[in-house]
């Protein structure tokens, strides 16, 4: 998880939404009917980076309304075992950071 994780990180630096949409998809997907906050969290990251791709292609309101789907799961980053807390808080801070270059303001 760690490793899909930093591939994550590295896609989304390297502006390459759709990729990193793509590696957390991979790991969602045979997970998306459980309920637990770790698979909500990453179904929050991939609209985040959902949310850069349509940015991206110039479709800023889409863009915005995919992004406060991500933040209404991000605050379960506080109920996830202290083994990924430190990889989830390297994610958001990622996210947050090319969120301020592409979406605020």
């Known amino acids: 998880m760690k490793e899909v994780c930093a591939r994550f990180i590295s896609l989304v630096e390297k502006g390459e939404y759709y990729d990193a949409h793509e590696v957390l998809e991979e790991l969602w997907s045979p997970r998306r009917f459980e309920k637990s906050a770790e698979v909500l969290l990453i179904k929050g990251y991939i609209n985040a980076s959902t949310a850069f791709e349509l940015a991206k292609r110039g479709r800023r309101e889409a863009a915005l309304r995919t992004w406060r789907v991500y933040l209404?799961?991000?605050?379960?980053?506080?109920?996830?075992?202290?083994?990924?807390?430190?990889?989830?808080?390297?994610?958001?801070?990622?996210?947050?950071?090319?969120?301020g270059r592409l979406l605020r303001g």
């Open 72 to 99: 209404k799961y991000r605050p379960l980053r506080e109920s996830i075992g202290s083994d990924m807390a430190e990889a989830f808080r390297e994610v958001e801070a990622v996210l947050e950071r090319i969120y």
